[in-house]
């Protein structure tokens, strides 16, 4: 056995730990660049926080999905203020661009010398300006991660930016900045956490610490995220949900994914459509897929017994096996309201391009089995119509 963990210097997790920001940020500098959402409330109060800590401090907005130029803008933001410290507070869009700022304000070149795809893809050579992620959603897990998702308008489509120097230096989970999140991104990011704790479980690079986060992360978000859809006050399932949350990005950084997040990729890429409900659309047709070609193709895989282990931990039965699993799945998107593809404007002819790109996928490379171009158009049309 051998595995390797990446995770940031520091993970502070606790109702209330944003107060401690003020403390936590000395010997950062003295001049901080805070990147925020469309609403710009949290980012004042972490503004507060940080000009008490003697920091100047300016706000930069980006509001929705990072951009190119909305990256390259913040670049040059951090550059002429000549900033220390990068914060990026809110959901994962606002945590990948503080992470993307932060690593490329110090290297060399502006951004398309650096991304993947679309750019030349050199690696960043120099570590970042220290980054503090505090995420106000409890889904993404952008706070332990080290890419970031930046879209280009240009060529319609979303590239990672990836490299260690991106992992946060302190993630700062605060469960209370989840409570106010409305019903609709509840579900949305809710269903990314459960995805993220799913395939890395799953996934050929699952190891001994990703597996317990997993099977920790796992049974919270099954009792949970029903809980806090139903009533959105449950603070004590919005506490759950933020550590399923950190518990997933943990494990995916460390593990990898698998065909939901293959296929979510270039549908985001190609539609505008919310990140965690494709991902919550496609978890039970992939599911269904994989075991089907475990069962057919490797009958001996120890992934098979993993799908009998999510269906454990799913429906919390010791007597659960991976059609229990599939069966709770299906369930929760009935109970959740969750749609189809068809009704996200993803028309039924764009299923064999979505394949194909989902095939080069990297995330498709953590998959527990090679899953057949046929295999993945059948799951999109599967769950397009449903
Ligand atoms: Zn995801």
Redesign the pocket.
Same mark, same amino acid.
């Given at each position: 056995m051998s595995f390797e963990l990446s995770v940031p210097e520091k993970v502070i997790f606790g109702r209330g730990c944003l107060a401690r920001l003020e403390q936590l940020v000395a010997g950062y500098g003295d001049r901080a660049l805070v990147v925020h959402g469309a609403n710009s409330d949290r980012a004042q109060s972490v503004k507060g926080l940080l000009v008490k800590s003697g920091f100047e401090t300016h706000l930069y907005s980006v509001g929705g999905e990072p951009t190119v130029e909305d990256i390259a803008k913040g670049v040059d933001e951090a550059k002429r203020k000549n900033v220390t410290l990068v914060i990026g507070i809110g959901g994962g869009s606002a945590i990948d661009a503080a992470k993307a700022i932060s690593g490329l304000a110090t290297n060399p070149g502006d951004i398309h010398d650096y991304l993947e795809v679309i750019g030349r893809g050199n690696p960043l050579t120099k570590s970042g300006l220290a980054c503090v992620a505090i995420p106000t959603t409890a889904g993404?897990g952008a706070e332990v991660t080290r890419n970031s998702v930046i879209a280009s308008l240009e060529h319609k489509v979303k590239v990672s930016l990836r490299s260690p120097f991106l992992l946060p230096r302190i993630a700062l989970v605060d469960p209370e900045l989840s409570y106010s999140l409305p019903a609709k991104v509840t579900i949305a990011t809710g269903l990314?956490a459960l995805?993220?704790l799913i395939e890395p479980l799953a996934s050929i690079r699952a190891n001994p610490v990703t597996d317990g986060l997993c099977r920790e992360g796992i049974p919270r978000v099954a009792r949970s995220l029903p809980a806090v859809v139903q009533n959105g006050k449950d603070f004590t399932a919005r506490e759950e949900m933020s550590l399923a949350s950190l518990f997933g990005g943990l494990a995916l950084a460390n593990a990898g994914?698998g065909a939901v !997040?293959g296929l979510?990729g270039p549908i985001g890429g190609m539609f505008n459509a919310p !990140?965690?409900l494709v991902?919550g659309i496609l978890l039970p047709f992939v599911v269904d897929a994989n075991i089907k070609a475990l069962r057919s193709r490797t009958p001996k895989s120890i992934a098979l017994g993993r799908y009998d282990e999510i269906g454990q931990l799913l429906t919390a039965s010791r007597q659960a096996d991976a059609a229990d699993g599939l069966g709770w799945l299906t369930d929760l998107n009935k109970t959740l309201h969750v749609p189809r593809l068809s009704s996200l404007g993803i028309p039924k002819e764009s299923i064999p391009e979505i394949a194909g790109k989902a095939a080069k996928a990297s995330s498709m490379k953590a998959n527990p089995i090679e899953l057949t171009l046929p295999e993945l158009e059948a799951i999109l049309h599967a769950a397009w119509q449903g």
């Open positions: 993404t990314d995805t993220q994914l !997040h979510a !990140h965690g991902c």
